[in-house]
């Protein structure tokens, strides 16, 4: 998604990059010898984390891959979330973040017609100016198929700036429409700025609802949040929505990492964060993968653990960031991954492919860069704990990738504004 930021390429301290970015372009051009002159160049970079290009550590041969229009005769206006249900259906659940959640058999790539889950546009705030507004997010509840529940993020019509988390149920009279008026507000986070509402919903293995929140917005977390644990903004949230109390809808898990911690606030379960922009578990690992989106140079990836400072605002990815910078600190957790700004400006994260129609993406966390277009994936080894291989997907002309999802068999799919949503094949 769109985000406000500073370019700032030409401000000291991105002269390791601009090395790092040579010798991308170098290796792309010239092979390995050339590769080697350059990161003699970009010493001061570090690459063993910090990018393939140049790294003889990562690997990087072409995955045997191709993508292609999923649906191409369906139009969905900003197809912000593409999910299953869990609950054996075999529904494709897709929502425009206008308001509109619709539903289609993935098996029919005819599909032209979906049919409408549930509309409550009139409750949704979206402008195409603060276009990080609207539907965000969707989390059906692990046992969806019995009780019906699920739950969403978005920006309330009720007053500005507004997110809001509401959980929802299906009618009893039509199971395949949500019931407008099942309505149970979770929870309300008034926002500063139209930007960073974060927004993604995910249950994780445990049954808890985690919740992603953006730093509140504007730029250089002028709020102040990433750091404070008093507030619930730039951190992702653990809630059990399943014992709700006399206070509230939802409770807090017991073994939450700061339900102790006099001051804060003990929904949070990670922190340090400006504005995840999808994160997702890995099924088979049980991982939380979190992208988050950089303001000045770097964009990253960061595997969430409890209690996880993950550094902003004074680290943006794996440097310093602003005036209050700080260099690698152990209470600090730098990304398992993190890219220049000469290669994308706003990550979009995707999913740990666990699919079975094409083997060759079997591991591998995928995501996009919104502004540029392009897409990658990564293979991150569990017994090393870094990464060790790193593929480009070419995409066809420029594909602004807003969010990725997956269907009841793990097949990914991934969209972008003007409604295209694609998967992967394997190459033929
Ligand atoms: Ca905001
Ligand atoms: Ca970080």
Known sequence: ?????????????????????????????????????????????DHTKAAACGNPQVETTALPVDIQRAFPNLEIGRPILIQHAGDDSGRLFIASQYGVIYTIDPTDSAVSEPKVFFDFEEAVTYK??????????????PQFKDNGKFYLFFTSSERPRLSAISQFTVSASDPTRA?????????????????????????????????????????????????????????????????????????IPADNPFVDTPGARPEIWAYGLRNVWRMAFDPATKHLWAADVGQDLWEEI????????????????????????????????????EYHHDLGKSITGGVVYRGSAIPALQGVYLYADYVTGKMWGIRYDEAQKRVVAHH????????????????????????????????FVPRS
């Open 128 to 141: 195409d100016r603060e276009n990080e507004e609207g539907l965000l997010g969707m989390a059906f509840h």
């Open 302 to 337: 960061n595997l969430i653990e409890k209690g996880g400072n993950y550094g902003w605002n004074k680290r943006e990815g794996m440097h310093p960031f602003g005036k209050d910078g700080v260099g690698p600190s152990a209470d600090l957790i730098d990304p398992i991954w």
């Open 392 to 423: 480009e997907f070419p995409l066809e002309g420029n594909v602004p990738v807003i969010t990725f999802g997956t269907d009841h068999s793990g097949e990914v799919y991934f969209s972008d504004p003007a409604g295209r949503i694609f998967k």
């Open 179 to 251: 019931d407008r008026s099942s309505e149970v507000r979770i929870l309300d986070v008034p926002q500063p700025a139209w930007n960073h509402n974060g927004g993604t919903l995910e249950f994780g293995p445990d049954g808890y609802l985690y919740i992603a929140l953006g730093d509140g917005g504007a730029a250089n977390d002028m709020f102040r949040n990433g750091q404070n644990l008093g507030t619930l903004m730039g951190s992702i949230l653990r809630i059990d929505v399943d014992r709700p109390t006399a206070e509230q809808p939802y409770s």
């Open 1 to 45: 998604m769109l985000r406000i930021r500073r370019r700032a390429l030409g401000r000291s301290g991105s002269r390791g990059a601009w090395g790092l970015v040579l010798s991308c372009g170098l290796l792309a051009m010239f092979g390995t010898n050339a590769a080697t002159a350059a990161r003699a160049i970009s010493d001061d970079v």
